[in-house]
């Protein structure tokens, strides 16, 4: 891990990172939103406006477009997880109070009982480009319309991929998937 992230593993200290590696410590909320990478800086909003802000503002849409998409392997997104345990002042890991993979001591592993994580995947990048659109990068004293930053937190996110997987089974059926697969010709069933 390198100093682009200032995830920094305990032994290191601010006096080992060079004056101008001053940059914004990584959050977990960083890493939940897909702006944490192992070799780019994240962007701080308190930094000088660029003399060039039109070229900076495409430059970084053109990022985060790469990040979103996942074009690039070498820039690959860091996992929530990584950056929270890597930090500094991070508590140490043990298997046995580990409550960050608690869903693995439910029956079965939590399947069946939680939302396919690849959904609550999908429905984080969804209201994630929402309220981007929606807000942007504005500070809430700059927005028109309030902001409920917790309107969509981890037990929404969990109630609104219950919601949808009943939905879609209700909609679905039993054989619903059989949609997206190929019919049998007739002439091929009566030989």
């Keep these: 891990m390198d100093a682009f992230a200032e995830t920094t593993d305990v032994g290191d200290s601010e ?8 940059r ?11 702006t944490v990478t192992s070799t780019h800086a994240l ?5 000088q406006p660029s003399r060039r802000p039109a070229k900076r503002a495409r430059h970084q849409a053109q990022r985060q477009s790469r990040l ?3 074009q690039t392997s070498r820039n690959a997104v860091l996992a929530p ?18 409550i960050y993979f608690a869903n693995e001591r439910l029956p079965d592993g939590g399947r069946d009982i939680l939302p396919d994580s690849d959904m609550l995947k999908a429905l984080h990048v969804y209201a994630s480009h929402f309220y981007t659109e929606k807000y942007g990068s504005r500070t809430p004293r700059h927005r028109k319309a ?3 930053e917790c309107s969509m937190d981890e037990t929404a996110m969990l109630a609104f991929g219950i919601i949808l997987e009943e939905a879609s089974r ?7 998937d059989l949609v997206f697969t190929e019919g049998m010709e007739l002439s091929e069933a009566l030989d």
């Design 15 to 22: 006096a080992d990172v060079p004056s101008r590696d001053k």
């Design 24 to 34: 914004r410590e990584a959050t977990v909320y960083d890493a939940v939103a897909g």
């Design 43 to 47: 962007e701080d909003s308190q930094r």
């Design 68 to 70: 979103r998409s996942g």
């Design 81 to 98: 997880e990584e950056v929270l345990f890597r930090r500094a002042n991070a508590p140490t890991r043990y298997a046995e109070r580990d």
């Design 146 to 148: 309030p902001l409920d």
């Design 170 to 176: 209700e909609l679905l059926g039993s054989s619903g």
